[in-house]
């Protein structure tokens, strides 16, 4: 379920649309939770130089209108999908099919 309360309607016919589904609501979740914890710790000013047309692209992507918002989040997406990589290494062939429910 999306944290704002809107639930998925897809209709999930594989399991892998199931996995892609779950990835999909767990990163979700993770980057609404980091919404709240990025207001209340101190920021660190970094220098470096970036491609613009890469940046423009990114903020285009995220839907974000600042440089530093396209930075930030893209780099928390980055280090969620490497923590959601290890946990699917982790669980591999732990999931039985049809184990997960999706709403």
């Known amino acids: 379920m999306h944290p704002r309360g809107r639930s998925d309607t897809a209709c999930i016919a594989y399991p892998l649309d199931a996995m ?3 990835i999909n609501s767990i990163v979700c979740m993770l ?3 980091l919404r709240g914890h990025m207001a ?16 423009r692209r990114a903020k285009r992507v995220l ?6 918002e396209a930075i ?3 780099l928390e997406r980055v280090a969620e999908m490497e ?11 732990l999931l039985k099919r049809g184990s997960l429910e999706v709403a």
């Open 83 to 93: 923590q959601f990589w290890q946990f699917m290494t982790k669980s591999r062939g």
């Open 31 to 33: 980057l609404w939770s």
């Open 72 to 74: 930030r989040l893209s």
């Open 63 to 68: 839907r974000v209108r600042t440089d530093a």
């Open 20 to 22: 892609y589904a779950c």
């Open 40 to 55: 209340k710790e101190a920021l660190t000013r970094k220098s470096f130089y970036i491609d613009p047309v890469t940046l």
